[in-house]
């Protein structure tokens, strides 16, 4: 009876010590409690910016970041998925989420991202990431890339065609037009590209009057009696009657317009400026001015186009990730420094154009300090509220798009594209 006792009670000891050992096992096989997962696309770009950063880093000295590439759309497939399921299994600690995205995610999963306002000091980015980044007062997202917009120009064609570069400083879109048509008459080049399936210059033009597709509410949409958005339309066909426009369909057509010379001016988010300086043979034939505006109250020659910002999830880990961002891209000048001079990132935080690589003279644009520029222009741009449906609007006002240039009213155009988004976005 004692040897039974004593083989049951050993047989319990050695069960325990297994279960426990699991335990400690799982725990550990679950993360390395120092490694900090990232998701976010574009290797020479963001991953080039996040790998910056770890190298930058001075917390903990055995952490590691983790970076798992991930395109944009698949980052937008799987967070909706996973997060929709109720589960953060499989979930990063670090997201990239483009701004135009970023409420679509907070509003429908507000208890999933954890709240950065004890790390980060939001006054010190620029003031229109704070909108599309926070939710309810409460700040989410640590803004990062700024798709602050110029017009590039070619000085040649510029010259050639009588004008300088005073010219097309301040100046609206019906001006820039006026000045196209001089530049295709007097070199035979057109002004701009346009894809009529990407309408992202429609969001530039009516962001330098403040105004968006929906109202300040992020929710409700506004296309009829839009007074911007109804401009930008006439803009548009504008310019395609005018004959100053060279036609593209994807970003290779776009990169080759100008990289062979075919347009005098590109008119982008800042993001464009290495695709710029690829072609070499160019170097000193062009220049970035202010954005042009619309004939609109209140428009500046100022705005936006792309940009995103970092997430943490309400994952295990959070804390050590949101500290990581908050003492990078959160407050390091130096390293914003580096971001600008390594990678070719331009940040929203502001204290950062302080720094010396933000006041250096770029060759290739004859000299001109064009980070330091964008900075100023970035400073000027309206906040507007991105919300949910920036896409999903879009998407309506391609069709309608094409209708009024096939010569549907143009009031007519917009209030169908009202009734066609308040019918979808119920």
């Known amino acids: 009876m004692k040897k039974f006792l004593f083989l049951m009670l050993a047989t319990m000891l050695v069960l325990a010590a297994c279960s426990s050992n699991k335990g400690e ?13 990232a998701w976010a696309w574009d290797p020479k770009f963001n991953i080039a910016a996040l790998k910056l ?44 989420i483009e701004d135009y995205r970023a409420q679509s995610f907070l509003q429908a999963y507000p208890d999933a991202f954890f709240e950065l306002t004890d790390y980060i000091n939001p006054k010190d980015f620029a003031d229109y990431k704070i909108a599309p980044t926070s939710f309810e007062g409460k700040q ?23 004008y300088t570069l005073d010219d097309l400083r301040g100046i609206t879109w019906d001006k820039y037009l006026e000045i196209g048509k001089a530049i295709k008459e007097k070199t035979g080049k057109d002004m701009i590209t346009l894809d009529p399936n990407d309408l992202g210059v429609l969001r530039l033009m009516i962001q330098t009057a403040g105004s968006w597709y929906l109202k300040e509410d992020g929710v409700t949409p506004n296309l009829a009696g ?14 395609l009657d005018a004959n100053i426009v060279k036609p593209t369909s994807d970003w290779n057509q776009l990169v080759g317009a100008f990289n ?16 710029i300086k690829a072609e070499e043979s160019q170097s000193g034939k062009w220049a970035v001015v202010p954005t042009p505006k619309l004939n609109v109250s209140g428009s500046v020659n100022a705005s936006n186009l792309g940009g995103s910002s970092f997430y943490v999830l309400n994952v295990p880990g959070k804390e050590k990730a949101a500290e990581f961002l908050g003492k990078t891209f959160g407050s390091n000048v130096d390293f914003y420094q580096k971001l600008v001079t390594d990678v070719g990132a331009l940040g929203t935080y502001k204290p950062a154009a302080e720094g010396e690589a933000y006041k250096s003279n770029d060759e290739f644009f004859s000299g001109q300090s064009i980070v330091s520029d964008f900075s100023k222009w970035m400073d ?12 999903a609007i879009e998407d309506i006002i391609v069709a309608e798009m094409q209708n009024y ?22």
């Open 25 to 37: 096992g799982g725990k550990e096989g679950a993360a390395n409690d120092n490694e900090i997962t």
């Open 53 to 96: 950063a770890e190298q930058s880093y001075t917390g903990d000295e055995d952490f590691k970041l983790k970076i798992i590439e991930n395109g944009q759309p698949d980052i937008v497939q799987k967070l909706n998925t996973g997060l929709s399921s109720g589960t953060t299994k499989g979930m990063p600690n670090i997201v990239l």
């Open 140 to 162: 989410y997202g640590l803004p990062f890339d700024t798709g602050v917009t110029g017009m590039y120009v070619r000085t040649d064609y510029l010259e050639e065609a009588g």
């Open 226 to 239: 839009n007074e911007a958005l109804k401009e930008a339309f006439q803009v548009y066909k504008n310019l």
């Open 260 to 275: 062979s010379g075919d347009v005098a001016s590109v008119v982008q988010g800042n993001w464009i400026t290495p695709s």
């Open 380 to 391: 000027e741009i309206i906040g507007v509220n991105y919300g949910m449906h920036t896409y």
């Open 405 to 426: 240039l096939n010569g549907k009213d143009l009031d007519a155009v917009l209030k169908d594209a009202q009734k066609q988004a308040e019918t979808q976005l119920k």
